[in-house]
């Protein structure tokens, strides 16, 4: 089931989820693309920019 099929103002905890994983998702491919494009200068770097960018947008 999907966003769309569930009435306005009900199932409130199942469309937060279904928001929620979506732009998570996109926060993944989002950090993946800036990390490819300004390519970080450790390791670590990487890490804590790709976490930032993907809990940013999955929020």
């Known amino acids: 089931?999907?966003?769309?099929?569930?009435p306005d103002g009900t199932?409130?905890?199942q469309k937060t989820w279904l928001v929620?994983?979506?732009s998570t998702a996109?926060?993944?491919?989002?950090s993946a693309y800036h990390t490819i494009l300004f390519q970080?200068?450790?390791v670590?770097?990487?890490?804590?920019?790709a976490?930032?960018?993907t809990?940013?947008?999955g929020n």
């Open 20 to 22: 929620t994983k979506l």
């Open 55 to 57: 809990l940013t947008m």
């Open 26 to 30: 996109l926060g993944i491919v989002g």
């Open 1 to 6: 089931m999907g966003y769309w099929d569930l």
């Open 40 to 42: 970080p200068k450790t």
């Open 51 to 53: 976490g930032t960018t």
């Open 11 to 13: 199932h409130c905890a």
């Open 44 to 49: 670590l770097d990487g890490v804590q920019r």
